[in-house]
């Protein structure tokens, strides 16, 4: 297939979702992220917790067959057997044996999902009952999960009322219409079908080696009735989800339930130590209690009951060589909250139908996929993750979920490219212009985004002609054919004169070594050095103002590696920080502060650098710089005078702003900074409460992706819709804005700086 025709087709699928199931899971989402910033807030020790969490997941990964073996002694000292599956036919294989063609009620499983367990029973003639509310749905409309943890997301109320109207043949007057209702019609249904079962399904969040120790986390309950109703319990789960102690549950508790959906706790959290001493429940026996009819060994309530069965299937499938696999290895300390896809812009649009493999969704899903499935199906979704880091802080375990994706995208393109899949007809063209690290035959489109130094030097240097060129309805239609770069946005305009170019003209510093508060470089990043002029000659005249001493050197114009990043040329990315280290440090080391305008790219310095440059060299290089507000803050905290700013009062009646903090900025906590500083001098500011605007980078400019990255938007829109200022941090937020809004946004150093 043609890449415009699989273009078309991909933008044509999410136009469909975000018609069909955009409403649903936006509300879902957002309001579960909503729930998490709220939960989070009450905790004193969220940071602590979680690194507590981290160094648990890290340490039980280590020792994975160490802690299998002790597990094993556990279960089997306890009366129950494991096995460990390499395979999902192996898994299958042994609880097909042990289910023998008997009813089966489950709880919620991913990893039995990731098994086609349900159909493997199925074929068996088992009679297979999902006992959570969103999977029990889903069974009913015959739909796969479209978010980890509430499967169900992208339906509506009034749909999933429809659909148990339908099924059952209710009329009218039968039919449950309320949340409320609905939940009782559904429980009493599902209540009947435990009581028949002969083997409950069940998965584990955490499975402690010291004791067998099952935990199971669920909002419904049904987990537990599941594991004790029926006299014969299946436990399925993957490898990495044993953890040495029962203690060590004790950080993921807390953290569960306030990453996932906002809930202070998990409604039930249940450890279950099977096979368990209780006796299965009799129903004909229902008015007299459990105690009266005898737990296993009369007193010895800790016994197994002697009817009871309990077997633990623990899952490989791939999770042993991601073990060993040092970028993806981190997938395996996921504990499937879902923050990471609830704090996703994309994925609160659109949802986990287009933003997820065969079973896996959201940011991590791309480890998961890659790791179980393999790169074919994580290339399906891969270029969804824009990179954004809003996951990074919301994820428990402090999983750098960007970073797999990138690593991930490296090795499609390899591959695509191995194929002769990537460059298509005009690859020839991009190839030889933009000489990279990259292999012949990568996508032309990621290599012309990931060479945006190039293209930019270019354009500066045959301004305005190349604005013309570029601009040129041919040129934008070819563009767009062959390229995939959508006609609905503008390009950046390059400048003629660059801001080195500038500085340089107006005779460099104009503040003296002997009267300087401090020395600095404003970074000249691709953008602000080719295209966003403006705002780097703000930044300068707002650093002379407060007294530094400012340069601009040629040698610093040096592009941060963001750009090949984005697009997973890891390789390029490598050579690019490299050459961005030896130009700043050396400016570093002469006593200069290094003030950085894009956030993306200060995001390289303090979070991509640490993988792609040796260990010292990346903290040299993140302790050396700021960002341009960040800065500002600091001189004014250490008693600059703000008199030659521009204040809230000089701005007249453009003193109210509407503010939108870049995505990584939030990310690395800058948002603060540039609200202080605003206010400080009088402005009233209005942050916005969007994760991403939604244009991040080039992401927008795709063809296949511009409604989406416009609905991504749409939450600023309503929020700013009436605004008279507004402000932006990045470069591609003030882009999406003027889309979203029609009219240019500002960088807040803008509204800042002394007058030219
Ligand atoms: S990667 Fe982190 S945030 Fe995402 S589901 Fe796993 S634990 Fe939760």
Redesign the pocket.
């Known amino acids: 297939m043609s890449k415009s025709k699989s273009r078309a087709e991909t933008a044509a699928r999410i136009r469909h979702l975000l018609d069909t199931e955009g409403d649903a899971v936006a509300e879902n989402t957002r309001g579960f992220n909503r729930g998490r910033y709220e939960s989070v807030r009450e905790l004193d020790d969220y940071e602590s917790l979680k690194s507590a969490a981290r160094a648990i997941k890290e340490d039980a990964i280590e020792r994975i067959p160490e802690l299998i073996d002790e597990l094993r002694e556990s279960v089997e000292a306890n009366g129950g057997h494991l096995y460990v599956a390499a395979d999902p036919a192996e898994a299958n294989a042994y609880v097909r044996e042990v289910v023998d063609g008997g009813n089966v009620v489950k709880s919620k499983s991913m990893t039995t999902e990731e098994l086609d367990l349900n159909d493997a029973l199925e074929a068996d003639g088992a009679a297979v009952t999902e006992t959570d509310l969103g999977e029990w749905v889903l069974q009913l409309a015959d739909e796969t999960p479209s978010h ?1 943890v509430g499967p169900a997301v992208h339906k509506s109320r009034e749909g999933i009322a429809d659909l148990f109207a339908e099924t059952f043949g209710l009329d009218d007057d039968d039919r449950p219409e309320t949340a409320e209702e609905l939940t009782r019609f559904a429980r009493e249904k599902l209540l009947a079908d435990i009581r028949e079962a002969e083997v409950g399904v069940t998965g584990a969040n955490f499975l402690a080696a010291d004791s067998g120790t099952l935990a199971l986390v669920t909002s419904e309950g049904n987990a537990r009735k599941t594991a004790v109703v029926p006299d014969t319990h299946v436990a399925v789960a993957g490898v990495e989800k044993v953890i040495p102690t029962v203690e060590d549950l004790a950080p993921f508790v807390e953290l569960i339930g306030r ?2 959906t906002g809930q202070d706790i998990t409604s039930y959290v249940s450890l279950l130590t099977p096979p368990v001493s209780s006796p299965p429940v009799d129903f004909g026996e229902a008015d007299s209690p459990v105690a009266e009819r005898g737990a296993a060994g009369g007193d010895g309530a800790t016994d197994p009951h002697p009817d009871r069965e309990f077997h633990l299937v623990l899952v490989d499938n791939g999770r042993l060589d991601l073990r060993e696999d040092d970028d993806l290895r981190e997938t395996l300390y ?8 609830n704090s996703c812009g994309n994925f609160q649009s659109v949802g986990g139908h287009a933003f997820g493999g065969e079973t896996y969704s ?3 899903a791309t480890g998961w996929e890659a790791g179980v499935e393999g790169l074919d199906t994580a290339a399906e979704f891969n270029d969804l993750c824009t990179g954004c880091s809003r ?1 990074v802080p ?4 402090e ?1 750098d ?1 960007p970073w797999i994706n990138t690593v991930v995208r490296d090795r499609i393109n390899r591959g695509d490219a191995a194929d002769g899949e990537g460059s298509g007809s005009v690859g020839f063209l991009v190839d030889g212009l933009t000489p990279d690290e990259e292999p012949a035959g990568l996508d032309p489109a990621k290599r012309l985004f990931g060479n945006f130094e190039t293209l930019a030097k270019l354009g500066s240097a045959t301004a305005p002609l190349s604005n013309l060129v570029a601009n040129a309805r041919p040129v934008r239609g070819a563009m767009d054919r062959w390229l995939g770069i959508t006609r609905e946005r503008d390009l950046p305009a390059f400048e003629r004169e660059t801001l080195v170019d500038w500085f340089d003209a107006r005779g460099g510093p104009r503040v003296s070594e002997g009267l300087a508060r401090r020395e600095a470089v404003v970074y000249p990043d691709v953008y602000t050095n080719h295209v966003a002029v403006d705002r780097g000659r703000a930044a300068v005249r707002t650093l002379e103002a407060l007294g530094v001493r400012v340069t601009v050197p040629e040698s610093t114009a040096v592009g941060s590696g963001r750009a090949p990043l984005s697009q997973g040329m890891v390789e390029t990315a490598r050579r690019k920080a490299e050459r961005c280290r030896d130009a700043l440090l050396p400016e570093v080391d002469a006593g200069r502060d290094v003030v950085v305008i894009e956030p993306s790219d200060l995001a390289a310095f303090e979070r991509e650098y640490e993988r792609l440059l040796p260990a010292d060299d990346a903290e040299r290089v993140a302790d050396g710089c700021f960002e341009v507000l960040e800065y500002v803050y600091g001189l004014l905290e250490n008693g600059a005078d703000p008199g030659g700013l521009t204040t809230a009062e000089d701005a007249g009646g453009r003193a109210r702003v509407a503010y939108h903090p870049h995505c990584q900025g939030k990310t690395l906590d800058l948002e603060p900074y540039t609200v202080a500083v605003l206010e400080r001098l009088g402005y009233e500011v209005d942050t916005s409460e969007t994760e991403c605007c939604g244009m991040a980078g080039s992401f927008g400019y795709k063809s296949e992706y511009y409604e989406l990255s416009m609905d991504v938007g749409e939450p600023l829109s309503e929020q700013f819709g009436d605004a008279e200022r507004v402000l932006a941090s990045g470069t591609s937020c003030r882009e999406q804005l003027d889309a979203l809004l029609g009219s240019p946004a500002e960088h807040p150093i803008e509204a800042i700086a002394p007058g030219e």
Do not use: E, F, M, N
């Open positions: 980890i990453s996932g996921c504990i499937r909250c879902g923050a990471c896809s959201g940011g991590i996951c919301a994820c428990p375990v999983i979920i």
